[in-house]
């Protein structure tokens, strides 16, 4: 008889022995097999669930014991391996004991893109690097090997080494032709003038109807206590401007303090300097060089009588970023400033200050105008652009800019906005740059040779640019003033080019660019992009800075200076808009740079020559020539100790620092050039600004580097 399942009825016996045979090939239950605490890991949690495991992604449930950083796998497989062998003897079961222990490999991601861009940018910077030095290496060599080898070609080398002389000898003979016509023929008529507005003027000879509105700017980084308040007394006891209203902006970058510092430079100004004020902080600020919101502190008051505004970065971007927010903070405020008076009025209100041109009126619809977008956040903006009216700049005409390791004399700033007047298409002044003397001795080398390199700078090349051409091509930025103009601070000027940040990817110069040298990289791009503009130099405006003491602060800074400066020229040589002269110059100092070695070695070989022939080498009337165009650079440079000083402790420093100067500066030099090249892929400050890591390990601030800094 069938049974419902399929299964032929049969005796009893029979299917008790297929019961039992059914029972014995049936598993038993997982807790019989394993021995107690098995299906816990080693803290005791019963990994129930395959989720609660982290490191997996849909991982099979499987019984183990995990490490911290590891998925290491222990099985307990005793008390199974041994029922199985006892319920199937020794011969027919496999051992277990060869796969009882497995590690597995952390889980991390193969590679970290931020890592690796920062990889291959330094080796990118590093191959350019090398190929400088070997393509400047065999420039030179070359020169050198044939001027030894060929002596018949010595007028050939002569046009190379000679270029850089023949081009300053031109400037002396501009510079002297002009100083003889502004003294003999334009004196008579520039007094007659100066009787005709005597009665006009008023106090400081300024005019009545010219009170220039003026924001006097301070960036800080690591100084000291002593550095800045000097810096800020210096700008307080200004003279000659008392009828103008001022402000002084006070920007810190970043949280950082430098050797031997108690507090960082911020808290320096908040707890000790600027007690008096109201403080307010702002999470998202603006957008700062890097592309990400910026925090600041703000504080608003007055310090001795003239009034302040701080505002505190919280993390280090670098001056260009402090200098881009306070200018387009200024433009964008005269901006809207003027905008609001077009359209109050409802008619043209005429020209806000001498030798500019009227407004535009105002547009039919001008509702659309009134929005812009700018870096600042809208809190922000209007909270400082309040700031600005209550102490009565309803607009800022210029633009006041120092170091805090600067002190300015008295009438730096009269003298600088006398310049300016002088011609409306100025739209940038600088003032003398001196050594300051205070904290060293008299004649100290390192004092004494950099104040000679400074009034050669300033007294040849930069006399000729502020009186012959008009386009000074570098306004230091510890002593400057600059019109608020779309020539200067539009953001075709700053957002667009002068703060542009550079990429990982971008090339040696600019990586240079964006690092370096950013008060030439400012003046180029006002000549590139509006032509028609002209900067000057006031040699009266005086203002006295530190100087490096040491030869590893001095490498430093001077392979900055080094590679911007050179930089900025080679690009000079191909922008726009740039003037004949100009580019000339820009030519002639990238070729001088490329082959100083070869200079240093004529220089040599010609001190052989005079050893092995004397005074007959008088006898070439070519090589006579050549070297009277030298001496008179040699000789302007000297004479250059007569009218610059100011005291004879100025002029008995100046000639002692120009035989000093005579004798090094070709070993000085040289040495500069192998630094700079040995390091040009290292965009770090080194020694120069030196800081130390705070003692919060960077909560409060940004301790040593920065945030989103990319450290080549």
């Not at 306004?475 to 103009?485: M, R």
Request: aromatic share 10%.
């Amino acid at each position: 008889k069938a049974l419902p399942n399929g299964i032929e009825k049969a005796p009893l016996p029979l299917l008790r022995l297929h019961a039992r045979r059914k029972q014995k090939n049936r598993l038993p239950p997982l807790e019989e097999l394993l021995p107690p605490g098995a299906l816990g890991d080693s803290c005791g949690v019963h990994f129930t669930n395959p989720s609660e495991t982290t490191l997996t992604r849909d991982t099979p449930h499987v019984i183990t014991s995990f490490t911290p950083r590891s998925t290491a796998t222990d099985l307990s497989i005793d008390g199974l391996d041994g029922d199985a062998n006892h319920g199937h003897g020794h011969g027919t079961s496999p051992s277990l004991s060869a796969i009882a222990k497995v590690y597995q490999e952390e889980a991390k991601l193969r590679w970290n893109a931020e890592e690796e861009l920062k990889r291959v940018s330094k080796e990118l910077l590093r191959l350019q690097k090398w190929a400088l030095i070997i393509g400047l290496v065999i420039i030179n060599s070359t020169l050198i090997t044939l001027s030894l080898m060929l002596p018949q070609a010595v007028y050939l080398f002569l046009v190379l080494l000679s270029c850089n002389t023949m081009l300053q000898a031109g400037m002396v003979i501009c510079i002297t032709a002009h100083a003889l016509w502004t003294g003999v023929v334009l004196c008579a008529w520039r007094r007659l003038v100066a009787r005709a507005r005597r009665g006009e003027q008023g106090t400081g000879g300024v005019l009545s109807s010219s009170r220039e509105k003026m924001v006097m700017l301070l960036p800080c980084y690591n100084e000291t206590r002593e550095e800045i308040s000097r810096s800020l007394d210096s700008l307080i006891q200004q003279r000659g401007i008392e009828g103008h209203a001022r402000l002084i902006f006070i920007i810190v970058d970043g949280m950082v303090r430098g050797p031997g510092m108690d507090k960082t430079t911020h808290d320096y100004f908040l707890e000790d300097i600027l007690e008096e004020g109201v403080t307010r902080s702002f999470e998202n600020g603006y957008r700062a060089r890097d592309g990400l919101f910026m925090p600041v502190t703000t504080r608003v008051g007055r310090y001795k009588g003239v009034p302040f505004v701080f505002v505190g970065k919280r993390y280090n971007q670098g001056k260009r970023d402090s200098l881009c927010f306070a200018r387009s903070l200024l433009y964008h405020f005269r901006r809207g400033q003027r905008r609001h008076r077009r359209r109050g009025a409802g008619a043209d209100p005429g020209p806000s200050r001498p030798g500019e041109a009227a407004p535009a009126p105002a547009p039919a619809n001008d509702d659309d105008e009134a929005v812009t977008t700018t870096i600042f956040n809208s809190e922000l903006f209007g909270y400082l652009g309040h700031c600005l009216l209550r102490n009565g700049l309803t607009d800022v005409d210029y633009l006041v800019g120092m170091d805090a390791d600067t002190v300015f004399d008295d009438f730096c700033v009269a003298e600088m906005m006398k310049t300016i007047r002088r011609n409306p298409k100025l739209v940038g002044v600088c003032g003398h740059v001196c050594v300051d003397f205070c904290d060293g001795p008299n004649f100290g080398f390192w004092s004494l040779y950099q104040s000679v390199e400074y009034s050669q700078t300033q007294g040849l090349r930069r006399m000729f640019q502020s009186r012959i051409t008009g386009k000074v091509n570098c306004l230091p930025g510890c002593c400057q003033l600059i019109k608020v103009d779309e020539a200067t601070f539009g953001d075709a000027v700053l957002r667009e080019r002068f703060g542009y940040c550079p990429k990982p990817n971008d090339v040696m110069t600019q990586q240079i660019m964006g690092n370096y040298s950013e008060d030439s990289i400012h003046a180029s791009i006002i000549f590139s992009l509006f032509p028609g503009k002209q900067t000057a130099q006031a040699l009266r405006a005086k203002a006295f800075t530190v100087v490096p003491q040491t030869w590893t602060v001095f490498l430093s800074q001077r392979k900055r200076w080094a590679l911007g400066s050179i930089s900025n020229e080679f690009v000079m040589i191909f922008r726009p808009g740039i003037i004949l002269v100009e580019r000339l110059q820009s030519v002639v100092a990238v070729m001088t740079w490329a082959i100083t070695p070869f200079i240093i070695a004529a220089v040599a070989q010609l001190v052989v020559l005079f050893v092995r022939r004397g005074v007959v080498v008088f006898e070439d009337t070519t090589f006579v020539g050549l070297m009277s165009v030298l001496w008179v650079r040699y000789l302007y440079s000297l004479c250059i100790g007569f009218w610059l000083p100011r005291t004879n402790l100025e002029r008995a420093q100046y000639f002692v620092g120009f035989a000093l100067h005579l004798v090094t500066s070709p070993f000085m030099n040289i040495i500069i050039l192998f630094y700079s090249l040995l390091y040009a892929d290292d965009f770090k400050w080194g020694k120069t600004r030196e800081v130390v890591t705070s003692e919060d390990g960077g909560e409060k601030g940004d301790g040593q580097g920065g945030r989103g800094v990319v450290d080549f």
